[in-house]
């Protein structure tokens, strides 16, 4: 007891009159500690101080641990120093662990409104096969609305296919979409100048949506879709296997359907799916009458919308490629720019390795191009 409390206590009882239990209301004590600091004449000098802790003589014990292994648990920690004769509890082991190690920033948690943001990245997979995959995420950060899907590669065209086809699933392009610095993104960047890649803006021009790039080693500022990434990982991927690369879109599809944006979602508490319908949707930019024309190499699965259930036929060069095969380079060109809009392509024409059907005739052929129109129309006039 201070001398403060000490003092305090005699001037309500002898000066003030306080009953022994009203002083103990006040100063919220024991009333044991009242009635020992009135039977003094004067106050304890001695200040014992802090008693040593019991895990004085196993901190460097735990040092060493935390130096091989930074993310090792208490409940581990406290199984390594008992073998050294530790004989605590582990709530002061937490404490000191909490002491020790590096704090986590705090970062604040920032509201969007609908239909004004989404998020996009690319996580690695794994392999199928000798093939690696790699996750395209686009997640809506207002209603948590998430649509994935699977590539071989993370070249720009397959980034730009997972763009256009996330756009048809949710029927709608949000105003601003937030990447990290992806080179299919940001080209070079030095401090807040940007420059970004031209093919991606201009397609980000075509669909209307505003491109933002995250700082550098920023991951928070996109925290959405980095969560996404280990939902996708911990709950999707784990425990599946895919026969090929097409079985893993479409089991990812029914996925993000029945799972993904069906579940109640831990911060919203609402489920994805109906959060996005009663006040995203309706706030989304429609998606233009005409489809922009790139290059891609991956065939797409058959995607079903959240709202009203009718499929998608999505297609890509590589389907126009297999219909062009074998015939002249400049009609096959003509073809490709009258009949490039995706919803007029049929996946059953899709073969796996179009440049594996033989040729008709000795005439000179159509090329699938990983390109632009621009570029396949620069190509064939190689040909004459």
Known sequence: MNIQTWGYIRHLYFAKRFPKKAIARELNLDPKTVRRALKKDHPDRKNPGPRPSKLVPFEEKIAELLASYPRMSAVRIQEEIRKA???GGITILRTHL????????????????????????????????????????????????????????????????GHLHAFHYFQGVVKKIRYDNLKSVVVTRIGPNIQFNRRFLDFAAHYLFDPSACNIRSPHEKGRVENAVKYVKNNFLAGRTFGSLTDCN????LWIDNTANGRLHGTTKTRPLDLFREKEQSLLIPLPKDELLFGAVFPTVHRRPPVNGNLLRLGNLQDMGVQLVGQDAHDAVGKLSESHRPEELDHAAWKEQPQDVPPQDDTIKATVFELDICMCYQETRKFG
């Open 98 to 161: 909490r002491d020790i190690r590096p704090q986590k920033k705090a970062f604040l948690h920032i509201q969007t409104l609908p239909g004004e943001e989404a998020q996009v990245d690319w996580a690695y997979a794994g392999r199928i096969g000798d093939r690696p995959l790699y996750c395209f995420l686009m997640v809506l950060s207002f209603s948590r609305m998430l649509y994935i899907e699977f590539f071989p590669s993370q070249i720009l065209e397959n980034f730009l296919t």
């Open 250 to 253: 479409q089991q990812a599809a």
């Open 85 to 87: 004769g530790y004989p």
